[in-house]
């Protein structure tokens, strides 16, 4: 079992910035991949970003690309992620993911959520 807790939302202006973090506990030792997902209201969750927890080889949605940047610190057992140049658009409940199996890419694990809200 894994417990991801997510911290960093809150309301910024258009063009603001806001660091997001995920730590992990329980049996994180044997997570594979970490994720971000967001769902904005009237939408499906969606993809952000995800990242392996022992290469750091990382992964964006067109959408973040160039604006949004994963990280990690295996020592904490702590995902971040970096939001640079917020749009109202990336307005919604944003959740960490734990990817266990290197086989499925079904994640295992979710955290509560935390909300972004960007104003214009």
């Known amino acids: 079992q894994v417990q991801l807790l997510e911290s960093g939302g809150g309301l910024v202006q258009a063009g603001g910035s806001l660091r997001l973090s995920c730590a992990a506990s329980g049996r994180s030792f044997s997570t594979y991949a970490l994720g971000w997902f967001r769902q904005a209201p009237g939408k499906g969750r969606e993809f952000v970003a995800s990242?392996?927890?022992?290469?750091?080889?990382?992964n964006y949605a067109d959408s973040v690309k160039g604006r949004f940047t994963i990280s990690r610190d295996n020592a904490k057992n702590t995902v971040y992620l970096q939001m640079d140049s917020l749009k109202p658009e990336d307005t919604a409940v944003y959740y960490c993911?734990?990817?266990?199996?290197?086989?499925?890419?079904?994640?295992?694990?979710w955290g509560q959520g935390t909300q972004v809200t960007v104003s214009s």
């Open positions: 993911a734990a990817l266990l199996s290197q086989i499925r890419t079904q994640y295992d694990y």
């Open positions: 990242i392996r927890w022992s290469g750091g080889y990382t």
